[in-house]
C-alpha cells in the first residue's frame, strides 16, 4: 500500500506485535512468524530502528490504513492484526483488497460487536476476508470466511455468526500447518521446501 494513505497522526508507539508476527525475508534480515525478532529490546523497541531492514521501514498492519479503525484497533490492544494478503486470492475475488484478520491475543476478541461491524462491512462489500491463529513457525491457515458469513450478515443472524466465526478460528488452530525454518536466508517449509 502506498504510505501516502497511512491515517494521519496515528503512531505504533511502543506497539511491536509485528516485530514477532511477521514473516521477514530481507537481505538484511530473516525472521519466522510468531518469533521474537532477535533485534528486539527487552523493554519493547528496536535495537537498530535508525538501520531498521527495508521491510520494517516499509510494513504496515492495515490499522494503519484504515480510518474507521478506531486506536482500540492497535493490534495489541485487540488481540488482531489485520494484514492485507496478495497471495492465493480466491476465484471471484480478483482485484480486491483482500484482509487476513489474524489472532495474536485471546480468542474472545472475534466476540465484540465492533469486531462483528467490522468484518461484516468488508464481507458485505464484497472483499474476500480470512480469518487465522498466529502461530509460531507456522505457517497461516487462513479461512476464507465471505460465503458462509454473508448470508448471517444479510440476515443479522448473531448467534449463528458467532457460532461460525468460532469455527472457522477453530478450523484454523487445529488444522496441520506447515512447520517453517530458515534455510539460506530464505524461510522454507520443512514439508513443502520454498513457503
Ligand atoms: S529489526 Fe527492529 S523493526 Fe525490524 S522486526 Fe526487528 S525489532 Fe522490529
Same mark, same amino acid.
Given at each position: 500500500m502506498d504510505n501516502k494513505l497511512l491515517v494521519e497522526n496515528r503512531e505504533c508507539g511502543e506497539f511491536t506485535a509485528c516485530c514477532v508476527e511477521l514473516t521477514i525475508e530481507d537481505p538484511d534480515l530473516v525472521k519466522l512468524p510468531g518469533v521474537k525478532c532477535k533485534n528486539l529490546h527487552k523493554s519493547g523497541g528496536c535495537k537498530i530502528y535508525n538501520e531498521r531492514p527495508k521491510t520494517c521501514r516499509d510494513w504496515y498492519c492495515m490499522w494503519r490504513f484504515m480510518?474507521?479503525? &478506531?486506536?482500540?484497533?492497535r493490534p495489541d490492544l485487540k488481540g488482531v492484526m489485520i494484514k492485507r494478503v496478495f497471495n492465493?486470492?480466491?476465484?471471484?475475488?480478483?482485484g480486491k483488497i483482500a484482509l487476513n484478520f489474524e489472532i495474536?491475543?485471546?480468542? &474472545?476478541?472475534?466476540?465484540?460487536m465492533d469486531f462483528f461491524e467490522v468484518l461484516g462491512g468488508y464481507i458485505v462489500q464484497g472483499f474476500p476476508c480470512f480469518i487465522s491463529t498466529s502461530k509460531p513457525r507456522r505457517a497461516a491457515n487462513m479461512v476464507l470466511l465471505n460465503n458462509k458469513l454473508l448470508p448471517l450478515y444479510e440476515t443479522r443472524n448473531l448467534e449463528l455468526l458467532k457460532s461460525t466465526l468460532s469455527d472457522a478460528l477453530n478450523h484454523s488452530a487445529k488444522q496441520h500447518s506447515d512447520l517453517l525454518s530458515i534455510k539460506d536466508g530464505k524461510v522454507i517449509s520443512k514439508s513443502s521446501g520454498l513457503f
Open positions: 480510518p474507521q479503525l &478506531s486506536n482500540e484497533w492465493n486470492i480466491p476465484p471471484g475475488y480478483e495474536i491475543g485471546k480468542k &474472545s476478541a472475534i466476540h465484540d
